[in-house]
């Protein structure tokens, strides 16, 4: 089928420890504000790493009790910023033909809370049975299934899980599925809720989590600085109503931006190891995808998780990607503010790029005083910059099992 349809995205939606909106996020981010912060949880004190980016969400606030019961927080998550995002795109469902809408979302761990919480009800309270609805709160598609049946959406329903790459891989599998004719809307994005006692313990033994600054525990996380020390888990979700630009044009929908190229392969190096040449390749790909070349993108929004082997071959692969216009092309992590949201980072970070070309304007890389040598890119540092022509964006993640994805949006053109 003819690759002959442009993809736009009409809506945004988002939980964040920044944010519940794309304006607040933004403002956020550009205003270098960290959402790093000492856990609140009553397991604090079992952990050796007290510090987190923790969503403020009040599922209250949106939901019924009875239909809270029934959701993990992933689910809540990704339910609201669904919701968010068919409002800002005006979609009425009434009047579309439901089965060429469809949901596509990432997710690493799915129902991380209900799962913990069934762990704890067997093995520490001795309980003799779980909740009823437990396998259907856990199970990694529960939060994509329960967005379609909210909506009575009958178009195709996939959960991709990815680990770190999990949201990238499902707004560009999202993107080719209309781009190639077969949906005029979709859904897409991912959700993440994974603070919880286990899961932090694990990341704990992997060695992976950042030390707290005992100064400033806001800035614990330092991508691209030498003194960086691992990444900050945060929790969230961010979902966009992508589409058919003639769909989108016909109903006067107001259109944010434009989605032009989707990169994505696998390193095949190492199972937690990064690749330097499978990144690039994720990035030329997306390049070709779009019809760009190097010097036409504006802004890099990096994986940028602050590990210390990421960051170095990140900054190789995007001289590898880019060539002689690497060091001219403006480079952050918001991962310095919002954490590392695993499934839902790519979604997250994707929403920032959007704003990037909104706002034309660049976040920052903050807590980056003392820049790591091997990191020689324009990377941003503590503050954002305003006033600055952006057309063209990329949004880079990688991921444990070297799945990649690399996303770019665009300013439209009609």
Not at 24 to 49: P, W
Not at 120 to 140: E, F, G, H, S
Not at 212 to 227: G, H, M, R, Y
Not at 333 to 355: D, I, Q
Request: hydrophobic share 40%; aromatic share 6%; proline share 4%.
């Amino acid at each position: 089928m003819a690759t002959n349809h442009r993809v736009v995205i009409t809506g945004m939606g988002i939980v964040s420890p920044l944010g519940n909106n794309p304006h607040d996020f933004f403002t956020n981010l550009m205003a270098g504000k960290s959402g790093v912060q000492h856990l609140q949880s009553e397991f604090i004190d079992q952990l050796d790493t007290k510090i987190a980016a923790q969503a403020q969400f009040d599922p209250l606030q949106h939901f019924s009790k009875h239909k809270i019961s029934t959701l993990d927080r992933v689910s809540q998550f990704a339910l609201y910023a669904a919701e968010q995002a068919i409002a800002d795109a005006k979609l009425d469902l009434a009047l579309e033909d439901k089965s060429r809408i469809g949901i596509f979302l990432g997710t690493g761990m799915g129902g991380a809370t209900s799962m913990e919480e069934g762990y704890i009800r067997l093995y520490r309270d001795n309980a003799d049975r779980l909740k009823p609805l437990t396998v259907l709160m856990v199970m990694n598609n529960a939060a994509a299934s329960t967005i379609a049946l909210e909506y009575g959406l009958t178009g195709p329903n996939l959960t991709f899980s990815t680990a770190c790459s999990s949201s990238s891989v499902s707004i560009g599998e999202a993107f080719q599925k209309i781009r190639h004719g077969y949906a005029d809307v979709m859904l897409a994005g991912g959700a993440e809720a994974l603070i919880t006692l286990g899961i932090m313990k694990a990341w704990e033994a992997l060695r992976a989590l950042a030390s707290e600054d005992k100064e400033d525990p806001a800035a614990s996380c330092k991508p691209f600085s030498l003194n960086r020390t691992g990444l900050v888990l945060g929790e969230g979700a961010a979902m966009f109503v992508l589409e058919d630009m003639e769909h989108a044009i016909a109903r006067g929908a107001y259109i944010h931006a434009e989605v032009t190229g989707y990169g994505t392969g696998n390193d095949s190096f190492h199972i937690t190891q990064p690749s330097a040449e499978g990144q690039s390749r994720a990035m030329r790909a997306a390049l070709t995808c779009a019809g760009l070349k190097p010097e036409d993108i504006d802004y890099i929004n990096a994986h940028g998780t602050a590990t210390p082997l990421n960051d170095p071959t990140e900054t190789e692969a995007i001289k590898l990607a880019f060539g002689d216009v690497a060091p001219h092309i403006p480079v952050s992590s918001t991962k310095s503010m919002h954490g590392h949201l695993m499934g839902a980072t790519a979604a997250v970070e994707f929403v920032a790029c959007v704003m990037a070309l909104k706002q034309q304007a660049l976040p920052p890389t903050i807590n980056l005083h003392q820049p790591d040598p091997t990191c020689d890119l324009d990377y941003i540092p503590n503050f954002g910059r305003t006033g600055i022509d952006v057309q063209h964006v990329m949004s880079n993640s990688f991921a444990f099992g070297g799945t990649s994805g690399v996303l770019i949006a665009s300013k439209v053109n009609y």
